[in-house]
Each structure stands twice: as structure tokens, then as C-alpha cells.
């Protein structure tokens, strides 16, 4: 083979190779690479200048991708030069994108193998340790994003991850327009959310946002309030019917203990059909929940009372909504049923943002698909130490994925 046979195939616009070597028993291929005559335009890597004085050549040594089995090295000859900005400074060299020794097309086929791989898989698929695949995943999210616009927030999702017990809550800012997370920031207090809108947003940014959906955490809505005085706050569907869920398993509970002896077997084990909705249920399980309302009217208007609640957000006009929830209201007097009453003042706590979302539709369950992404990441890549690694991460699976993402959970 030919140095211009190799030099077409490794492909490298303006470069050529000069000298090569094929090691058959190590299965590997080394090619010596330099600049094509007359290539002679040289960026200064600092600021991306055309520069023209040269202060010294040297060698640098890259792995590119494999040719058929064999393992390739590719060895280059490089500029340092004199920028009458930046002073003595490497070139830019289009397929050599980071000071790791590796080209770009190299890293970008790793990048794409931890699409569907943790990093420790295709660590093990190249030869590479976990934290490198890690770095260069990273920096293809980077450039990935560094050439992606990104779509303007008009509403926001706020809402919070527990990363456990050592990096603690992180705040969760995604655009329910497109389904993606926006940013991450540690701790879920009002500040953290504050360094969103001082740090990520210009003030033209923060007035265009129109609606945020948040859960009823208090911090929260006060940074919201703060910061983007115009937005209306919607409380988010999910997120108070979980309280619901939590009002029926107290419920629940306490009619386990109420109930002596035999009778408790009955109540047992049934938390999972109780939090399942009826539409969700074989015709089995629902004989199965109707045999225990049969005995226990209490638990059966606990559920009766959490099903008519999802209705609620079907309402097209606030007055409707209103009405529906103060009839809602109604149905709990004399039922003697605690939990509910709490989740009764809650409601009437925050029926302003219940009802806005009458005003400004939303896409509701966008907020817990964001969040569920998340926690599949974290569970498939264990660890992410670097908020803005798992960022991207996320928001690169969102974008290639968006249907699928945003779909699946949106109720
Ligand atoms: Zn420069």
C-alpha cells in the first residue's frame, strides 16, 4: 500500500502520510501524518485567529479508529505558534478537538456507544478506563451543545432529585415545551433556584417566561415569584395527587390498626391496588378492591375520593374547576377521614395555582418524565459526580429522543 493510498483512506483534509508501520502481531497500524504542501493556514488555538508566524514544530500522538483489526495510532506533525494576542500557543487542528490523545472521530464513536452503554461497558468495549470514556463522552456533549440553539423558555418545570444521602437534593429547571431538563443545581433552596435566574438568564430571558410548574414547595415559588414576577405558578398535577396517595395509605394504616385481629388480613397488603387507579386495574383486582370496600365503607371513600380528584385538571374553565373542587370539599365533611382534611387545606392553601391552569395550559407530566430520565441515567451510570455532565447527558437523550421522552409519561 501507498503512502497516497493511505493518506485518501485515513482521510484527514490537507494532511498525508508520509510513513507507516503494521505490526501483525500486536495488530496494529501507525501512521506518520503531515501537512499537505501548500496547506499552510494555521489557527492559534487560543483565539482562533489566522496566525502566520510558526515558533517550532512537534510530534503528537493520536488513537483514531481501527482499520479492519487493527488497532491505529496516527502520529502528527504540529505547529506551536506566535499569536500577537495569546503568545506561543498550539495550533487548532479540526480533527484534534481536545488535548486528549485521541482524534475526534475516535471520541465521537465512543460518545455514541455511551448513548446505550454505561461508561464502564464501553470502557471494557475499547480498552479504555471508565473515567477517560467518562471525559470523553463529556466533551462530545459539549461540542454537541456548544452547536445546538437552545429553544427559548417560555414555561419552566421546577421540581427536585434526591441523589442520596451524600450530594443530597438537586434542583431540577426543564422546559415543558420541549421536554428537557435546563439546568441542575445543588440543594433546593430558594437560592439554588435563584442562581438559575441570575446566572442563566438575562432579564429579557426572565421576563419571556409565562408559566412555571412546580411542585408546592414553598422556596420555590418565592424564588419564582421573585425573579419573574409575570409568570403565573401551576401546581402540578403529579405532584398533588401524590399527596393524595399519601392521604389514602394513612388511611389505609389506621384502619389496619383499628381493625382487630382477623379482620386485618383483609386490609393487608393492599396498598399497591388502593394507589392504583381504577381505569389501571384487571377485572380481578377490582373485584378484589369491591370485596374490601364491601367491609370497609371508610377506605372505599378514601379511594372514591382520590379518583374524582384526577378529574379536576379536565376542566377547561376555572369557574368549572372551582366548582368541581368545592363539591369536592363538600363530600369530605363528617367523613371523619384526617388525612384528607390536611389534603383539603393544602388545596385551599394553593387554589390560586391549582386554578391557573386554566389560564396557561400546560403539558402536565413533563416535570416527572424529566425527572424519571434522570433517575434512569443515575441508576444506569451510577454516580455522576459532575451535575453538568449528567445535564447534558439528559438533555442530549431528550432531544434525540424527545418523542418517546416526553410521551410515554405525559398524562
Ligand atoms: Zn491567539
Redesign the pocket.
Known sequence: MSDIDLSKMLGWPGYRVYRFEINELAKSLRLWVRRKRGNLKLV?S????R?HKIHEVYEREVRDLPCFQYRTTVVIELYRVH?P??GI?TERVEPLPSKAPFSKRFEEEVGQACEGASARQSARRYGLKPGTVRAIDLRCLERWKAKRRMPALKQMGVDEIYLGSKAKFVTVVSNLKTGEPVWLGAGRKKETLDGFFQKELSVRQRAQIEAACMDMWKPFRVSVEQWAPQCRIIFDKFHVLQRVNVAIDEVRRAEFFRKGGGKRGLVKGKRWLLLTRWVNLTSSKRRELNSLFAINRRLMKAYLLKESLERLWSFQYEGAMLRYLERWFDQLRWQRLAPFQKVARMLREHLHGILNYCRTKVRMGVVEAVNANLKTLLRRGRGYKNLRYLLLKAQHMAATRTEIVVFRKAS
Open positions: 492559534c487560543g483565539c482562533g485567529r496566525v499569536c494576542s495569546c500557543k
